[in-house]
């Protein structure tokens, strides 16, 4: 069983650890073994659902938009994490605050103070405040941090914003056809059932499966409920997650989409971690993780022919990592200096395609989906009714 473990070692503060043990004791004495004093231990259900059971998530982009303020109004770094944590009510955010404050007391830097809370600051926000701290411009780097977020949640809103219409659809048409299937159909079934081999071979199927839900109708439900659950666990794995992806780059048309959405997502990041002084290879290494495995594998051979001379366009345009407009856009970058800002600006030019795309695609896709909708509860309809027809036929 998996166990999930808050604990702390001297260097390293507060952090969470995940370990593969028979039972707590187990988990806890792994813990030890490798040096740390185990705060808590707790179970990591592999069938927990989506969403249940999780702490409350650090707000990072308020956090550093009400830091940024603070910082800028000019009190001191210290002063400024006090200051949040005397104003915040949440437990969970004040116990995240005290320990980055407890690190600073200690003489640390700020960046190896979040570093020591990674399930807190991930490794991109802790890489741009090391490279503020280079410079001492911690307010600009966080600047450039908030307005990142900022964009990346745009396009995630404009994503979630296409998905919700389609969402709904599918929703309502799978509620309306489930009470066919589940309340209607059981009735006709009683209607028909003296009618036997006179029925339509695929009415009669209907009619069976009505039959059979109005019999065990207890055990329809409960295998529902466990399809559901198996189906949102099956969904909450990274491995099915992965799939998932490789299974929409097959298709001809939604890959390419797929590869320049992951590019562009990578391009931003990429220039604002270059934008904050970070060298370009290291700044790769942080990224990578945006990527799916096969880019990550073209990312890593980039990375070595940069190391061995190339320059970056040539090394990103050998290992399929551009588009012919950030091709000529890196070209130019190279020629000016400005790496960062031309990875901003292929970042904004694809973002405007992708979102000319997603219009499209959904103006096209929401018609289509209706009409789906509509045979399938029109096919259910015609089928219960299909045997009145032909009665009424006869009669005449």
Do not use: C
């Amino acid at each position: 069983m998996r166990f999930r473990i808050k604990a702390m070692k001297a260097g390293e503060g507060v952090v969470s650890l995940a370990f593969d043990a028979r039972d707590a004791r187990d988990a806890q004495a792994q813990a030890v073994g490798q040096g740390y004093a185990v705060l808590s231990v707790r179970g990591a259900s592999p069938f927990s659902l989506p969403g249940l059971g999780r702490r409350v998530r650090f707000p990072l982009l308020l956090f550093t938009q009400e830091l940024l303020a603070l910082l800028q109004s000019g009190i001191s770094l210290v002063e400024a994490l006090e200051t949040l944590n005397e104003k915040e009510s949440r437990a969970e955010t004040r116990a995240v605050l005290r320990g980055l404050l407890d690190q600073l007391y200690e003489g640390r830097t700020l960046s190896a103070s979040l570093q020591s809370q990674p399930d807190v600051f991930p490794d991109l926000y802790v890489a741009t405040v090391r490279a503020s701290e280079r410079t001492g411009d911690l307010a600009d780097s966080l600047i450039r941090y908030v307005v990142y977020q900022a964009q990346i949640d745009l396009v995630r809103k404009k994503l979630v914003s296409a998905s919700i219409y389609p969402a709904i659809l599918i929703a309502v048409g799978g509620l309306v056809t489930l009470f066919l299937l589940g309340y209607v159909v059981p009735r006709f079934a009683h209607v028909y059932e003296d009618m036997g081999s006179d029925l339509p071979f695929v009415s009669r199927l209907l009619m069976h499966w009505g039959q059979w839900i109005d019999t065990h109708g207890k055990l329809a439900v409960l295998l529902f409920v466990a399809g559901l659950v198996t189906f949102g666990w099956w969904v909450s794995l990274a491995s099915t997650r992965a799939q998932l992806l490789r299974a929409l780059r097959a298709i001809p048309a939604m890959g390419e989409r797929v590869r320049v959405y992951q590019l562009t997502r990578f391009y931003r990041t990429l220039g604002m971690l270059l934008a904050g002084g970070i060298s370009i290879v290291p700044a790769m290494g942080m990224v990578a993780g945006l990527l799916d495995p096969e880019l990550r594998s073209r990312l890593d051979t980039a990375q070595r022919m940069i190391r061995e001379g190339k320059t970056t366009s040539q090394a990103m345009e050998a290992n399929a990592l551009t588009t012919p407009v950030a091709l000529r856009l890196l070209r130019v970058g190279e020629r000016t200096g400005q790496m960062g800002d031309m990875m901003e600006r292929i970042a904004v030019f694809h973002d405007e395609e992708m979102a000319r795309w997603v219009e499209w695609f959904t103006k096209t896709f929401e018609p289509l989906l209706m009409a789906v909708i509509g045979v399938v509860i029109g096919g259910i309809v015609v089928l219960m009714y299909l045997p009145i027809f032909e009665l009424a036929g006869s009669v005449q």
